[in-house]
C-alpha cells in the first residue's frame, strides 16, 4: 500500500451508529477505505477489512426453490411448477418460508464462523427471464412464457424474499438475468440476441420493469450474451438509460458469473481486462461474479475510469449490507430472531406440499379414468425410470431435503395395505437397452395380474438446465427422451389402463401419448412432497388445479429457429399455429362454467381504468380450484400486436354448485400497442376482453367477453 493510499490508524466508528441515517453511515465506512480496500469489496468474495471490522462476505446465494447450496433446506416445486400453480399469494408465501430458512441459516452459520458461499443473505433469485423456447434448458428456473404471469409471480416472490420492515431487508433479493437473454446455452458467452423496440418493450422488458418499480427488488443480474450490440452487463441502454434513469433503480447491480470476461474474451468490445471493467462499472454494474474486478485498479491507473466511479459502485454496495442489518447489534434486527428450528420445519413441509399439489396440471383425463378409486385396486404396476429417482423432485439450484418422497413412494404410501404395487424401470431416461417389449408384457404384466399401470417418464435435470450442470444445458429434441416413447407404447399393447405421469422443466412433444393414453399428468419438477402431491392427485384427495405457464407445441416444426429473440411465431401470443395444450390450459375433477361478464364501464380513456366481474360457478359434483384468466384482445390496431394477451388471473374455491364473482381491474396502459422503437402509445378503438378457466379461442375454457372502447 502506497502512502497515499494509506489511511489514518484512527478509524470513525459512527457507521455503527443506528441512529445516523442510513446514507451518512455508508458514507463514513466507504469514505474510509482505500482505492484497494473497495475494488475488492466490488468482487464477489469480498475479503474482510479487519482494521474497520468488516467481515468477509461471499454475495453469491441461490434460492430460487428454497435455500439452494447451503445443507438442509425445504425444497419447493422448481420456479416453473410455482409458475403452473397460477396463484401469487401462494408464491409469496413459498419465498417468505424460503427467506425464514435464509435468515436461520446466515445467523446460525456466522455464529458458528462460517462465512462461506450460500450462507450469505444476498440471493441471486428469482430468474424472471421469458421461456420463450422450448429448448431452452433453463425455462425450468422461469415462471414461464407470459410477461403478465411472470411479473406477478415475480413481484409475489420478491416481496416475500425482502419482507415487510421498513428499516431492514429480510434478505436482498435480485432479479436475473437482465434482459434479453433465454438461450441457447452454449453461446450464452459469444451470442448478440438481437430485437426490436417493440419486441422489446413488449415482451422482454415488462416483468423486469414490474420487479424494480413494484416490488424494489434490491439487485438486479445481467445476462452474458450481447444485446442489440451492446454487453449484458455493460450495456448504457440497458443499466444507465432503462434501469436507473426511466425505472428509477436505486439497488445494485451484479454481473453474470464470468460475464465480465466475456466481453473481453468473447465478445470482443474491449482489447483488455482492464478495459472490459472499466466499461461495467461505468455502465453502473457494481459487483462482479468472476475474476474480472481485479483489474479495476489498472483501470484507474490508466485512466480507463476514476475512483468516484469505484465509489459509486462501493456505496450501493454497503448500503445493501446496511439494509440487510449486517452493521447493526443483533438484538435491533427483526430477522435475525428467526430459530434453526423453522428450517425444514413442519410449517414448511405442509407448505411444499401444497405447492406441489397445485402445480401438478392434469392434461387429459379421458373416460373419467382419473381420479383412481383406491377401494377398487387389486394390483398396479409404478413403470418408468423417473418413479423412484430424486433428482426429478428436486430440478436445479436446490437445497438438500432430508425427506424427498419420489412419486413411487407416494403411491406406495397412498394405496391400501392390501394393495399389491409393482415397479420396475423399463428403460433408462436416456441411453441403455430398448426395453424387451416380451418381457414387460408378460413377466412384468401379465404374469402378475396387473390391472393399472402408472409410467413415469420425462425428463430429469441431467438433461436440462445451465451450461455445465446438464452437458450444453439444451435440449435438441424435445419429445420423451432416450427409449421411453417405446416403452409407453408397449404398455399401451398390454391392454391395461395407462395413466401417464411426466417430469420436466419444459414443454413435452407427446402427440402419440396424446392420441393413446387416456390420462395424462404432468408434475415437473415437484419439490421434494412430489410423490406424496402426484399421488394426492390420482387418487382424488386433491382435485388438480395446475395450469400450463408454457405452450406445449406439436413439435419444433411450430417454432422458429432458437437462435431467433423477435417474438412472432413464439409463445401463444404471437403463434398462429394451433399447440398440442395452450398456455393457462389444465383440467379439473370437476366442471366450471363463466356467465354474466360485466365492465363498470363500456369505455377507457387514458389514465382510467374499468372493473372486469364474471360469475363462475363449479357445475360438477366435486369441490375443486379454478384459474380465472382474463384476456385482451385489440381487435384494431394500427401495428403488429399479440393475438390476445393475459391481463389478470385469480384462483377460485368453489363448493359443487357454488358461484363466485371474479373481478379484475383493467388500466389504460395495459391497452397499450408498441411502435417500431418500441414506444407505447394508446391507440383508440375497440378492445375484446374475455374471462374463462383458459385462453378464449379455446372452446374448453368456457370464456365470457365483452366489448370496451378506448378513446
Same mark, same amino acid.
Given at each position: ?197 417493440? +419486441? ?190 430424486? +433428482? ?320
Amino acid at each position: 500500500m502506497s502512502a497515499k493510499e494509506r489511511k489514518t490508524d484512527k478509524v470513525n466508528r459512527r457507521f455503527l451508529d443506528v441512529r445516523r441515517p442510513l446514507d451518512e453511515r455508508v458514507a463514513i465506512l466507504v469514505g474510509q477505505m482505500t482505492l484497494r480496500e473497495k475494488i475488492a469489496q466490488m468482487q464477489h468474495q469480498a475479503p474482510p477489512i479487519p482494521r474497520l471490522g468488516v467481515p468477509k462476505y461471499v454475495w453469491w446465494n441461490e434460492c430460487l426453490h428454497g435455500v439452494g447450496r447451503a445443507g438442509k433446506a425445504t425444497v419447493f416445486p422448481q420456479a416453473i411448477g410455482l409458475a403452473a400453480t397460477f396463484d401469487a399469494p401462494l408464491v409469496g408465501r413459498v419465498a417468505a418460508a424460503i427467506s425464514d430458512e435464509a435468515r436461520a441459516k446466515h445467523h446460525d452459520a456466522a455464529r458458528r464462523g462460517n462465512r462461506e458461499m450460500y450462507f450469505g443473505l444476498t440471493f441471486w433469485s428469482p430468474n424472471v427471464n421469458l421461456f420463450r423456447d422450448p429448448r431452452w434448458g433453463r425455462g425450468q428456473e422461469t415462471y414461464g412464457e407470459d410477461p403478465h404471469l411472470t411479473a406477478r409471480l415475480g413481484v409475489a416472490f420478491i416481496r416475500g424474499l425482502q419482507g415487510d420492515d421498513p428499516r431492514h431487508l429480510k434478505v436482498a433479493a435480485c432479479a436475473k438475468h437482465f434482459a434479453v437473454h433465454s438461450g441457447p446455452e452454449p453461446l450464452r458467452h459469444v451470442f448478440d440476441a438481437r430485437c426490436g423496440g417493440r +419486441d422489446l418493450r413488449e415482451s422482454y422488458l415488462p416483468h423486469f420493469e414490474a420487479c424494480v418499480r413494484e416490488a424494489r427488488v434490491e439487485a438486479v443480474m445481467g445476462a452474458y450474451n450481447r444485446a442489440n450490440g451492446e454487453a449484458c452487463c455493460a450495456s448504457p441502454t440497458l443499466l444507465g438509460r432503462i434501469l436507473r434513469d426511466e425505472w428509477g433503480f436505486d439497488g445494485h447491480f451484479v454481473s453474470d458469473c464470468g460475464a465480465i470476461e466475456d466481453i473481453c474474451k468473447h465478445h470482443k468490445l474491449a482489447d483488455s481486462m482492464a478495459a472490459a471493467a472499466a466499461l461495467a462499472v461505468r455502465a453502473g454494474c457494481d459487483l462482479c461474479c468472476g475474476g474480472a474486478y481485479q483489474s479495476l485498479l489498472e483501470a484507474v491507473q490508466q485512466g480507463l475510469l476514476t475512483e468516484a466511479e469505484i465509489d459509486r459502485s462501493a456505496t450501493r454496495l454497503f448500503r445493501t449490507r446496511f439494509r440487510l442489518g449486517m452493521f447493526d447489534p443483533e438484538k435491533s434486527v427483526r430477522w435475525a430472531a428467526i430459530p434453526p428450528s423453522v428450517v425444514h420445519g413442519a410449517a414448511h413441509r405442509r407448505l411444499a406440499l401444497e405447492a406441489a399439489r397445485k402445480s401438478v396440471v392434469l392434461l387429459k383425463n379421458e373416460g373419467g379414468l382419473l381420479p383412481l378409486d383406491p377401494a377398487k385396486l387389486r394390483t398396479l404396476a409404478v413403470v418408468g425410470p423417473n418413479a423412484g429417482a430424486t +433428482d426429478v423432485l428436486h430440478g436445479n439450484y436446490y437445497g438438500q431435503s432430508p425427506a424427498l418422497a419420489t412419486i413411487l413412494a407416494g403411491i406406495v404410501g397412498a394405496v391400501p395395505a392390501g394393495v399389491q404395487v409393482h415397479h420396475f424401470k423399463g428403460c433408462e431416461v436416456t441411453g441403455g437397452a430398448a426395453p424387451d417389449a416380451g418381457g414387460i408384457r408378460g413377466w412384468h404384466i401379465e404374469n402378475h395380474g396387473i390391472d393399472l399401470i402408472v409410467a413415469v417418464l420425462g425428463w430429469n435435470p441431467a438433461l436440462e438446465g445451465e451450461e455445465g450442470d446438464a452437458g450444453d444445458g439444451d435440449r435438441r429434441e424435445i419429445g420423451l427422451p432416450g427409449h421411453q416413447l417405446e416403452l409407453l407404447k408397449i404398455l399401451k399393447e398390454s391392454g391395461k389402463p395407462v395413466i401417464l405421469v411426466l417430469t420436466g422443466g419444459s414443454p413435452i412433444e407427446l402427440e402419440w401419448a396424446a392420441e393413446n393414453i387416456p390420462a395424462i399428468l404432468m408434475a415437473w419438477y415437484p419439490g421434494e412432497a412430489g410423490g406424496p402431491a402426484v399421488a394426492d392427485v390420482l387418487f382424488g384427495r386433491a382435485n388438480p388445479s395446475g395450469r400450463l405457464p408454457v405452450t406445449f407445441v406439436k413439435s419444433l416444426d411450430q417454432v422458429p429457429p432458437f437462435g431467433e429473440y423477435a417474438m412472432r411465431g413464439r409463445t401463444y401470443r404471437f403463434l398462429e399455429a394451433a399447440p398440442r395444450w395452450r398456455f393457462g390450459y389444465g383440467l379439473s375433477y370437476t366442471t366450471f362454467a363463466y356467465r354474466n361478464l360485466r365492465l363498470s364501464w363500456p369505455r377507457i380513456c387514458e389514465g382510467g381504468f374499468v372493473t372486469v366481474k364474471a360469475d363462475v360457478t363449479n357445475t360438477g359434483s366435486r369441490a375443486g380450484e379454478e384459474v380465472a384468466q382474463m384476456y385482451v384482445r385489440d381487435l384494431a390496431a394500427s401495428v403488429p400486436v399479440p393475438r390476445h394477451h393475459l391481463e389478470g388471473f385469480a384462483r377460485v374455491a368453489l363448493r359443487p354448485g357454488q358461484t363466485r364473482t371474479v373481478a379484475f381491474t383493467l388500466r389504460s396502459d395495459q391497452l397499450a400497442c408498441y411502435g417500431d422503437d418500441g414506444r407505447p402509445f394508446l391507440e383508440p378503438g375497440e378492445f375484446q376482453v374475455s374471462v374463462g378457466g383458459g385462453q378464449p379461442d379455446d372452446p374448453a375454457s368456457g370464456a365470457v367477453s365483452a366489448s370496451l372502447a378506448l378513446q
